[in-house]
Structure formats: C-alpha cells, structure tokens
C-alpha cells in the first residue's frame, strides 16, 4: 500500500511526508506515538485564547531562504524579533551579552573602557564564543570574560546541562555569543518569524493530504518489525519494501543494546496569572537564580488582548529513558561514539533514512531539520 513509512510527525517526519505526497505523489504512512501532530513544536490556544507552546519555546529564525520559502506555503507569518534579558545582579540586562549590557552591568567610565577595548580587538557586529573571549591575555578583556562566564554561562550551563561550559561542545554556548553591536535581538538572521496561528496549523497543512495516513498514538513497535539481522522490515506483518524515514530515537530501533543515548531533559511548569503582562521581555533568563533556567511568556510571541497571561519555568533535569521527554542531546566524545555504533548498524540496512534531532543526535533548530529535510527529499 505504501512506498514510503514515516515515524514521527516533527518536522523532519511532516516534511518528508508533504513532498513525498506532492511533488512525488507517492503513498505514505505516518506514525506517530503522541496523540498530536508537530512533535516538539505542538502548541495549542488556551480557553483565553493564548497559543502556548506545549514543549517549550520555539522562536524561528533562519539565513535559509529557500527554507523560509517553502515554510511559507503552510501557514500566514508574522515578523517577529526575538528578545532575551538576563536576571544578572538583581537587573535586567539583554542577552546576549552586548555592548549596551556592559552599561546595564557596570559604571559609565568602566563599561566606556572596556567596550573601547572590545572595538579596537573586534570588529563591530563580530560574535565572540565565550570561551574564545575567556582565550583573551589583555587585563581588561580577561575581566570582562571572567564576569560574562560567572555571572551569565557558568551557573544557567550547570543547571541545563549538568556540566561546565568547557565540558560540552563549543558549539553549545556559541550559540549565545558575546555580541560586540548594540543590537539586543536574540537571533540575527535574515529571516525571523512566528506562525500567526501557532506551529501546529503548519503541521496541519503539511499532512492534510490524501495521499497521506497518519496513525496517532501508535508506537512503531506495534505495527513494524525489523529484522536486522536478515535485513528486512516487516508492517503489520507483510514485508515492506519501500523506504522508511525514521526520525526517533537511534537507540530504541534497535532496542538500546548498546545502552541509551543520554539527552537532557526539562519539567516544564506553566502558570497562569490574572494580568495582563507578568515580565517585560518574551523571555527571561536566570543563571544565578532559582532552579529554573528561564521564564517564557507566550503573550509576547503571540499577542492578544486577554488580561490573563501563561507563563512557563523551565526546570532541566536528567533524562530518564522511558519517562522523559529527550529535549537536548548531550554530545560528548563517549556519546557521539556510542551514537555511531548504533549508526553504523542501522545504516547496514540501506532503506532506512534517519532524519531529525532524535535519529541524527545533533542539536538542530527548527530550520536546521527543514533545510536537512528537504536534502533528503532531494536525494530520495
Ligand atoms: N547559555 C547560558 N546562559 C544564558 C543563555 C545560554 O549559559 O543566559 C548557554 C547554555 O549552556 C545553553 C546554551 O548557551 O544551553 C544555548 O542556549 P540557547 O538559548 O540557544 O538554548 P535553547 O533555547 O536551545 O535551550
């Protein structure tokens, strides 16, 4: 019946399936565990009419046209700047840190001297890992470094992650840079939006064809079989032959025989409050404060007219298989090496692709696993 079997309605999941639907007209089956559509990026109204977003924030921002393109085929966008402050010494303050923090955070003449220092080292509108900047022998620089890595990576890094900054990939606390501009946007990109209606309608869109099924609430296990050694794969039963696009967890494929792939996770607590605004900025994040990471309130990515407001904290924790939701990959060298093994293995049998976050292990953004997406399209 289908040529093509998908497990899990994410992003990569959906956008497989839509092309695959469209442009190739082919038959496929989407299944999914949740009851809903969207994976991570689901959100839902609230009875007061505030779209909030189930598992955690997703802001979209992308240097991809051809990504924003496409995305623009499924729902209406508004422009959206993304904006962060950061709870550093009782204020404040934007993040990333920039030139405008150095005077939120210190006197006129110091934050004067050392935003001179950083102009004559780099150039304006440059990005500065943290643990490049923390590289610096000038006095000046190396103080400021110490600061931004005390007072705003170090503690949010050991609450995320359980570890020290310089203990994870660089890539990780590169993506919040010191910033030397006077731009206090979150995200730089070309293109930044949100979904007027919430992310789910994308989803809707997406998968609202005919030559789609989509099974909810179905645990891959239940209707597929595979036979890694004799490499074939079975559905309900019957050999299938066609392609399967699995974007889940590597590991559970093959039953976590090598052990499981650690990922951090979150408990998420939402609170509702009987006012318009609770914060100033759409987030707000607390290194040294508190057991939460952040305060997100939706109203301010989505506005509305309401005097309620959702907010949500966000509580990392560590990743129990089986009853966490696996939210971050941890990419150590042990971990990614554990994560090639089982690779490698799957990869024997050439009709499975692996696509997304989960299948991948690689902390991609949203337009990171559309853009992957729509190579692997290209290459099916
Ligand atoms: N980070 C930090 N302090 C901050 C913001 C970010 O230490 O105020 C570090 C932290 O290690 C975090 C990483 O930078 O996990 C990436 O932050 P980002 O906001 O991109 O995380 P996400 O929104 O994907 O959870």
Redesign the pocket.
């Known amino acids: 019946m289908f040529n093509y079997i998908v497990i899990g309605a994410g992003f990569a999941g959906s956008v497989l399936a839509e092309r695959i639907a469209n442009v190739l007209n082919e038959k496929v089956l989407v299944i999914e565990k949740r009851n809903h559509i969207g994976g991570n990026c689901y959100d839902y109204r609230t009875k007061d009419g505030i779209i909030v977003h189930k598992y955690g924030p997703h802001l979209f921002h992308t240097n991809y046209k051809d990504v924003f393109d496409y995305l623009l085929n499924f729902t209406e966008w508004d422009i959206y700047h993304h904006y962060v402050l ?1 709870f550093i010494d009782g204020k404040k303050v934007p ?1 990333p840190f920039n030139l405008n923090t150095l005077y939120e955070v210190f006197p006129p003449s110091l934050a004067k001297k050392l935003e001179e220092k950083l102009l004559s080292k780099y150039k304006y509108g440059v990005k500065v890992p943290i643990l490049e900047l923390k590289k610096e022998n000038d006095k000046d620089l190396k103080f400021l470094a110490e600061f931004v890595y005390e007072k ?2 170090k503690n ?2 050991a609450k ?2 359980n570890m020290r ?1 310089e203990d994870i990939d660089p890539e ?2 590169a ?2 840079p010191v910033y030397i501009s006077k731009d206090n946007r979150y995200f730089t990109d070309k293109y930044q939006a949100v979904p007027r209606d919430g992310y789910t309608k994308i989803f809707e869109n997406m998968l609202n064809h005919p030559n789609i099924k989509l099974m909810l609430n179905t645990d891959f296990k239940e209707v597929l079989k595979i036979d890694f050694e004799n490499k074939k794969i079975y559905f309900l039963g019957q050999e299938f032959k066609g392609k399967l696009i699995f974007t889940g967890m590597i590991d559970e494929l093959l039953d976590f025989k090598y052990g499981f792939l650690p990922y951090r996770s979150l408990n998420l607590k939402f609170e509702i409050y009987d006012k318009e605004y609770f914060q100033e900025a759409p987030v707000v ?1 607390y ?1 040294n404060n508190y057991d939460f990471t952040r305060i997100t309130e939706f109203k301010h990515i989505h506005p509305i007219e309401t005097r309620k407001t959702v907010i949500l904290k966000e509580f990392p924790k560590t990743y129990s298989p089986g009853t966490d939701i696996p939210y971050y990959p941890v990419f150590t060298k042990e971990n990614r090496e554990l994560y090639n093994k089982y690779k490698e293995e799957v990869q024997q049998l050439e009709n499975i692709i692996l696509v997304g976050r989960l299948a991948e292990y690689k902390y991609y953004d949203m337009d990171d696993i559309v853009k992957r997406a729509l190579e692997v399209f290209g290459e099916l």
Do not use: D, E
Request: charged share 5%.
């Open positions: 950061g993040i705003v990576f949010y890094t995320q992650w900054p990780v606390t993506r919040v994040n290194p």
